[in-house]
């Protein structure tokens, strides 16, 4: 299985800023690694596939890079609706695996 | 209207039973490989089963295996969990999820979710 970690765990980050989460693969995942955003109450939600690929309706300041075993997902001029947790996920291959999570909070 | 609504989830006691549902509409449902995914209370996403889009192909976490059965309904654009011998550790919000293409192995629509709670 494909272990996936994340740091940091958690960040305090204010608004404007510029954020960067990092998401390790235990083996190589090629760039068959995908970023979401998890805000309580709602459904999680797909903000870039294929490690660097944003999805439609994605805000520019969300981007994403990397391959093999080590990727980034950084957010520029970090806006208010942008406070959620975040998790990576490889879809190289089964079992599919996420990241613990990183909880981005208001400083 | 594209969406996904999961069904099914309660309170059950360790050792019991139950069965999720998920209903989509808006688009081919048979088009697409369907996944539940879970959530614990304070942890983060687990990926659970994944079923293909005839259903011949069948993937489950090890967590779950031997214990969860995923299976589909393609005429009733449906997705079923059928969730025996639970466990406290099994407690948790389940989502049905799709990808953006048939079988891709990312999750582009979620359901809202569905909560399950195992407790004496």
């Known amino acids: 299985d494909i272990q996936m970690t994340q740091s940091p765990s958690s960040l305090s980050a204010s608004i404007g800023d510029r954020v960067t989460i990092t998401c390790r693969a235990s083996?190589?995942?090629?760039?068959?690694l995908n970023w979401y955003q998890h805000i309580p109450g709602k459904a999680p939600k797909l903000l870039i596939h294929a490690a660097s690929s944003l999805e439609s309706g994605v805000p520019s300041r969300f981007s994403g890079s990397g391959s093999g075993t080590e990727f980034t997902l950084t957010i520029s001029n970090l806006q208010p609706e942008d406070f959620a947790t975040y998790y990576c996920q490889q879809s190289y291959s089964t079992p599919l695996t996420f990241g613990g999570g990183t909880k981005v909070e208001i400083k | 209207q594209v969406q996904l609504v999961e069904s099914g989830g309660g309170l059950v006691k360790p050792g019991g039973a139950l069965r999720l549902s998920c209903a989509a509409s808006?688009?081919?449902?048979?088009?697409?490989?369907m996944n539940w995914i879970r959530q614990a209370p304070g942890k983060g996403l687990e990926w659970v089963s994944c079923i293909s889009s005839s259903g011949n192909l069948i993937y489950y976490a090890d967590s779950v295996k031997g214990r969860f059965t995923i299976s589909r309904d393609n005429a009733k654009n449906s997705l079923y969990l059928q969730m025996n011998s639970l466990r406290a550790e099994d407690t948790a919000v389940y989502y049905c999820?799709?990808?953006?293409?048939?079988?891709?192995?990312?999750?582009?629509?979620w359901g809202q979710g569905t909560l399950v709670t195992v407790s004496s």
């Open positions: 083996q190589s995942s090629s760039t068959y």
């Open positions: 999820a799709r990808p953006p293409a048939g079988y891709s192995k990312h999750f582009q629509l």
């Open positions: 808006g688009f081919t449902f048979s088009d697409y490989y």
